[in-house]
């Protein structure tokens, strides 16, 4: 069984700064795009940002651009979202996930909470 292992979330104010963390597997992290993706209260998962096997290419969703930064070490297997100015509406589960999109293997997730 593929286990995606996320860290770093925790309650912040607006405004505030979280990195979030993802390791994986190296034999499944080194062949894989890889994405965040978040599920905010009552909504459905909204991909965030994904970025390709070498690093080279970067995506993310309107919402979040200029705002976040995703990274990859692959001497590590770890996947990074770097997350500024963060806004009461960021507040979601936050999954890694495998792929481009919404629908690769995630992980369980944790939990980010933009909150005064």
Not at 71 to 81: E, G, Q, V
Not at 110 to 116: A, D, E, F, L
Request: proline letters at 3%.
């Amino acid at each position: 069984q593929v286990q995606l292992v996320e860290s770093g979330g925790g309650l912040v104010q607006p405004g505030g700064s979280l990195r979030l963390s993802c390791s994986a597997p190296g034999s499944i992290f080194s062949r894989n795009d890889m994405s965040w993706v978040r599920q905010a209260p009552g909504k459905g998962l909204e991909w965030v940002s994904y970025i390709t096997i070498r690093g080279d290419g970067r995506h993310y969703a309107d919402s979040v651009k200029g705002r976040f930064t995703i990274s990859r070490d692959n001497a590590r297997n770890t996947l990074y979202l770097q997350m500024n100015s963060l806004k009461p509406e960021d507040t979601a589960v936050y999954y890694c996930a495998t792929g481009r999109g919404t629908y690769g293997i995630r992980g369980q997730g944790t939990q980010v909470t933009v909150s005064s």
